[in-house]
């Protein structure tokens, strides 16, 4: 593994794990309310894009992040529309 792969991988995990706090909180609090359906819409399709792309220039780093971040992504908007008050 060379230096900028590692940084890849670092700067990914920093920007997925940023993602955990507000997973965490808005399971406990069983509430989505202040979480808006377009913006976590338009930022997972894309997330997806860029996983794709990752898969097309065979990237790992890419693919893992945007693959972690996809799944929180993804989760969140479930909780949203579940709790949908």
């Not at 700067?11 to 909180?25: D, M, R, S, Y």
């Amino acid at each position: 593994m060379d230096y900028i792969q590692l940084l890849g991988l670092v700067a990914g995990t920093f920007t997925t794990i940023a993602f955990i706090p507000q997973v965490l909180k808005t399971w406990r609090s069983r509430s989505a309310r202040d979480l808006s359906l377009g913006m976590f819409s338009i930022f997972s399709l894309g997330v997806a894009l860029w996983m794709i792309y990752g898969i097309i220039r065979n990237d790992l780093p890419v693919i893992i992040a945007n693959g972690v971040t996809l799944l929180l992504a993804l989760f969140l908007l479930f909780l949203k529309i579940r709790w949908k008050q």
